[in-house]
């Protein structure tokens, strides 16, 4: 019985320690600290980083399925502003106001051309030159930097369905 004890302790002990980590340094460039977003944009950010990490799933419309790009713009916004969107990155683009590159704020839309037609890849502007998308590659649903190589060069533009800023 002293044995099972000391057994338990042991191994409940090796649980609760804390391994040692080397500590890997975390780059300014890809922090979100810098990211401000107010009303509707504030709850569209929120909602779609919570979302981070979900899978990529062609034509899914719901996290527990997977989501692709416009599903995942379309669950945001249904969930976070009860806005109901097409599940159509081309459909969506019709819908909104265009909005210059410099002009955007968090909540905003982005568009790609990555199937060599217009608006066939979107995501959601988070601030700070980054957005949220559901890439099909690497299957999660992931924050890049709209300079990246190869965003930049497929970037078609901004649009938004939130109301303006006087």
Request: hydrophobic share 40%; net charge positive; with cysteine.
């Amino acid at each position: 019985m002293k044995k099972i004890l000391l057994l338990s302790i042991l191994v409940l002990s090796a649980c609760s320690s804390t391994p040692s980590r080397t500590k890997v340094p975390y780059s300014a460039s890809k922090s979100l600290s810098n990211i401000q977003a107010d009303g509707a944009g504030r709850e569209i950010v929120m909602y779609a980083l919570g979302l981070l990490d979900v899978s990529y799933q062609f034509g899914g419309n719901n996290p527990e399925a997977g989501l692709d790009c416009s599903g995942m713009v379309s669950f945001v916004y249904k969930n976070a502003v009860g806005a109901v969107l097409p599940h159509n990155a081309a459909q969506i683009a019709s819908l909104a106001r265009p909005v210059a590159t410099e002009q955007l704020q968090a909540g905003d839309l982005v568009f790609f051309n990555t199937l060599g037609r217009s608006f066939s890849h979107m995501g959601i502007y988070l601030g700070d030159g980054r957005f949220i998308h559901a890439p099909s590659s690497k299957g999660k649903i992931r924050v890049e930097s709209m300079s990246s190589p190869y965003f930049a060069q497929r970037f078609e533009g901004g649009r938004s369905l939130l109301a303006q800023n006087p």
